[in-house]
């Protein structure tokens, strides 16, 4: 962690760079278990980038060189974790039986 970010990595449950490579590895999965046709590549695709980037951003985040790049970073990660659920949303649309193993995925599961 860095001088901006906040300082609590004995905890585990505000580590947020394991969270966030976690997350990302829940994404992947999800990815993986979805069949794939014309309708769910195109969305797969897009939340395996949105959904891995919310990690790779955060981590860049922790190095940032001032306050202004840290909160840049930052934003880029609140951006694409908002893509992530728009991705997840449709995902679960176009596969029901994924519907439930992406609420749990966004409860943190």
Do not use: H
């Not at 585990?12 to 976690?22: I, M, S």
């Not at 919310?54 to 940032?64: K, L, R």
Request: net charge positive; with cysteine.
């Amino acid at each position: 962690m860095n001088k901006f970010s906040n300082n609590n990595s004995n905890n585990k449950k505000y580590d947020l760079e394991e969270r966030t490579a976690e997350f990302g590895e829940k994404v992947i999965e999800l990815c993986e278990k979805a069949p794939k046709n014309a309708v769910t590549i195109p969305i797969i695709d897009q939340l395996i980038r949105s959904g891995t980037s919310i990690g790779a951003n955060y981590c860049e985040a922790n190095g940032a060189s001032s306050r202004k790049d840290f909160n840049n970073k930052i934003f880029i990660c609140k951006k694409e974790s908002k893509e992530t659920k728009y991705w997840l949303r449709l995902l679960a649309k176009a596969v029901e039986e994924l519907k439930d193993y992406k609420l749990q995925i966004l409860k943190g599961g």
